[in-house]
């Protein structure tokens, strides 16, 4: 079977398991573990989107997905807390309202903290994106008259109502949209556009200098990422039934960075790989002991942190593209080891390796090289 074959028998016996998935488990595996995962998941793919296909590690990513929470609390929330008495249009939207107008707040906000990080790279611009995302979040803590303050807006109802009700249905929603978005992301990353924007990542300077504008392909793509962590912000509020400033806080930012590294920054695929590992952590960490003398009596959440940081650790170490790449090195080998290439192969076959393929996307030609 050829390579190619066998990849499209591995997602087509994924889809199958993803789809079955909810109804042979519990409300807890269906919700708690698939669904969230499938959300966290979104919210990763805006940030690798951007680091892999762009160059900008963006850590206003929850702060953006947060705008589109608070979005659709304000607009579709049965019940406002007294202290919210600034918002100047009445609650209880319908959905097909509420939704598109609480994306739309989020594709804006991402286009305007583009707009203001455009001309920062590395560090610098990740510096930046964490000072405009703990921004929000002190803005909504401090911020009574529109956003509830410490308490946040409370009783938040999905169209198809709470997700006790009915956990399948929920879970599918957040599959169908995790399954869009992903094969939007990679399809737009073969577009014009994707391609200019990883010529951009790799040389700017080229780039501009071939006439493309650097900067509003930037910003197009902080709006396209705006607009991903939005899905994951709606889905998020739906999830929780609530949304308080706890939910876009520094601890959540840093919390998503790791669920993107750890996935693999480079492939889409590693949103949700890393979203899935992050979530397993999360949910098991109280019943796993940790053989270490000080830290047998540590509390839960010093436990997950722990957990969490020795697995990044780890995967940061061991393979810097992820849980993915580790993945792809070891699915290699078992190709290889199945095809039997190597030096024996080659001594009983008389020849030797193939010719290297050419890259995918071969890297432009430098124009003092061709003069």
Same mark, same amino acid.
Do not use: E, K, N
């Given at each position: 079977?050829?390579?190619?074959?066998?990849?499209?028998? @591995?997602? @087509?016996?994924?889809?199958?398991?993803?789809?079955?998935?909810?109804?042979?488990?519990?409300?807890?595996?269906?919700?708690?573990?698939?669904?969230?995962?499938?959300?966290?998941?979104?919210? @990763?793919?805006?940030?690798?989107?951007l680091a892999g296909y762009g160059g900008m590690v963006s850590l206003a990513q929850t702060a953006i997905a947060g705008v589109a929470s608070y979005a659709v609390a304000l607009l579709t929330a049965t019940k406002l807390p007294q202290q919210i008495l600034a918002i100047p249009v009445a609650p209880d939207w319908p959905a097909y309202l509420a939704v598109p107008t609480a994306l739309a707040a989020a594709t804006g906000v991402g286009l305007l903290f583009g707009l203001i990080a455009v001309r920062s790279q590395g560090i610098y611009l990740m510096m930046l994106t964490v000072a405009l995302g703990v921004g929000f979040f002190y803005l909504t803590e401090a911020n009574y008259d529109y956003f509830g303050g410490h308490g946040g807006i409370p009783e938040v109802i999905s169209p198809i109502g709470y997700t006790s009700q009915n956990p399948a249905l929920f879970y599918y929603v957040c599959l169908a949209s995790a399954a869009v978005l992903y094969l939007g992301v990679r399809y737009l990353v073969r577009t014009p556009f994707g391609l200019a924007l990883q010529g951009i990542r790799d040389n700017p300077r080229r780039m501009r200098g071939l006439g493309y504008w650097v900067g509003l392909h930037r910003v197009v793509a902080f709006g396209i990422a705006g607009f991903i962590a939005g899905v994951g912000g709606v889905l998020n509020v739906w999830y929780n039934g609530s949304i308080s400033p706890g939910t876009i806080d520094l601890t959540r930012i840093i919390e998503l960075l790791i669920i993107a590294v750890v996935g693999g920054l480079a492939f889409p695929e590693g949103a949700f790989v890393g979203a899935l590992t992050f979530t397993l952590v999360d949910s098991f960490a109280s019943s796993v002991t940790i053989p270490l003398p000080l830290l047998e009596d540590i509390s839960f959440r010093e436990r997950f942190n722990t957990l969490i940081g020795l697995t990044f650790l780890l995967v940061v170490l061991f393979s810097p593209n992820g849980l993915i790449g580790i993945g792809q090195r070891l699915a290699g080998s078992w190709s290889r080891r199945r095809s039997g290439a190597g030096p024996s192969a080659e001594r009983r076959t008389g020849r030797g390796p193939a010719p290297e393929a050419e890259p995918a996307n071969p890297p432009l030609a430098d124009p003092a090289s061709e003069r």
């Open positions: 079977m050829r390579r190619l074959d066998r990849r499209w028998v @591995a997602w @087509a016996v994924l889809a199958v398991v993803l789809l079955v998935f909810p109804l042979s488990v519990s409300r807890f595996w269906s919700v708690t573990i698939g669904a969230h995962s499938l959300i966290l998941g979104i919210i @990763a793919l805006s940030l690798i989107f």
